[in-house]
């Protein structure tokens, strides 16, 4: 049996960049890869389709991959929280579809007030969430039995509620802006200025956090590393998004309205899981439960959690598709689930639980639909 160690650290004390490294390599032959595998493959397949295809590279196409993503990005997050206990939830894409569907009826049918629909669609994805966690955690049902048999009954319900190939069009102007519009150019700067420095704040409270209960920390060059590589990175997507690159004489410019939503999601979610005492026994839960319950963790409570959280962000799916397309279908979402399920694997979230983060699923969601795009 092989064994793996790890360089220590001194309490009160930082690491330094070698040992780092050297841990990191280590967790790496471990298998713990992460993001590691899905970044390559998304520079490689950038390469690919930009040598195969010219227009692949245009600003266009570059705004067109980030809102041809965010569907996929929020449903492959919601199904991590799900994954990171050893579960699975096969009516995810469903559950975004009936709560749409529940939305255009109260909408167009019942004369609702668009926002109230909306909440009435979060109360589904809620009660939804608490029927599979009930029987996954309190009654013992495997989550594959009972969220396969959603699945299905599920497309029966939606076909019920809009008919056979029924489709609704969304005549909501805000919600199909968050899909179809841009905020202003001076907007994507604020949000980037925005999230940079509540990561560093965060980051600088952490460490503080740490030294004053006198634990290590790891070196502050890699904090600026990172914040950096943020900055980078940000700063080029929101130069590039913020150019007119529009085909016609209308100017099109601007960070689509829908990446706002989803870093969001994707920024509270992490701090959710990284920093919170739910998130520990989140992981705890996913890399053994025996042991867990055995340390005082409320296992069937925290799995109830799990598949409510993950039910509810499926609607944020399902809000995000039908604002792509300006229209609610009866077969919505059946789709969508494994394409979720492959982005989160393929960014690294293992599937037999406890390892796996929400920035993983968010980077194989842009590997897949990087595939989608150069294939399409």
């Known amino acids: 049996m092989s064994t793996t160690t790890t360089t220590t650290i001194s309490s009160g004390h930082e690491g330094t960049i070698r040992d780092q490294v050297r841990n990191y390599f280590v967790r790496v032959k471990s298998g713990e890869m992460g993001a590691l595998p899905s970044v390559i493959s998304l520079f490689f397949l950038t390469g690919l389709f930009a040598s195969l295809n010219p227009y692949f590279l245009t600003k266009l196409n570059f705004a067109n991959l980030l809102v041809q993503s965010a569907t996929l990005m929020m449903l492959s997050m919601a199904l991590v929280f799900v994954i990171l206990i050893a579960e699975i939830d096969l009516s995810a894409g469903v559950t975004s579809g009936l709560s749409m569907a529940f939305f255009i009826i109260l909408t167009n049918k019942a004369g609702w007030d668009w926002r109230v629909s909306i909440l009435a669609g979060f109360v589904v994805g809620f009660l939804v969430g608490s029927f599979i966690g009930f029987f996954v955690a309190k009654v013992g049902v495997p989550s594959f039995v009972v969220t396969l048999g959603l699945f299905l009954g599920f497309q029966g319900l939606q076909l019920a509620l809009l ?79 913020n150019v007119n690159r529009s085909l016609s004489s209308i100017a099109i410019a601007g960070v689509p309205i829908v990446m706002p939503f989803a870093i969001t999601i994707l920024f509270v979610g992490t701090l959710i899981l990284d920093r919170t005492r739910f998130g520990r026994h989140l992981y705890a839960v996913g890399g053994n439960p025996e042991a867990a319950r055995r340390a005082g963790i409320k296992v069937p409570k ?74 399409g």
């Not at 600088?204 to 004053?212: E, G, N, P, S």
């Not at 590589?229 to 700063?235: D, P, R």
């Not at 799916?317 to 494994?338: D, P």
Request: charged share 15%; hydrophobic share 55%.
């Open 163 to 241: 008919g056979d190939g029924g489709i609704y069009r969304v005549e909501v102007p805000e919600l199909k802006a968050i899909m179809n519009d841009n905020m202003p150019q001076w907007a994507g700067w604020l949000m980037l200025g925005f999230f940079l420095t509540l990561t560093l704040l965060i980051n600088f409270y952490d460490r503080m956090r740490r030294k004053k209960s006198n634990l290590p920390n790891r070196p502050l060059i890699l904090l600026f590393i990172k914040l950096g590589v943020m900055t980078g990175v940000g700063a080029g997507c929101v130069s590039i998004l």
């Open 302 to 375: 925290i799995r109830m959690s799990a598949f409510i959280i993950c039910s509810m962000l499926s609607v944020v799916a399902g809000i995000f598709n039908a604002s792509r397309i300006g229209a609610v279908e009866a077969t919505a979402g059946k789709s969508m689930v494994l394409s979720g399920v492959a982005a989160a694997v393929v960014g690294g979230v293992s599937l037999f639980g406890g390892r796996g983060r929400l920035a993983h699923a968010a980077v194989g969601a842009v590997v897949i639909s990087i595939i989608d795009n150069g294939l």
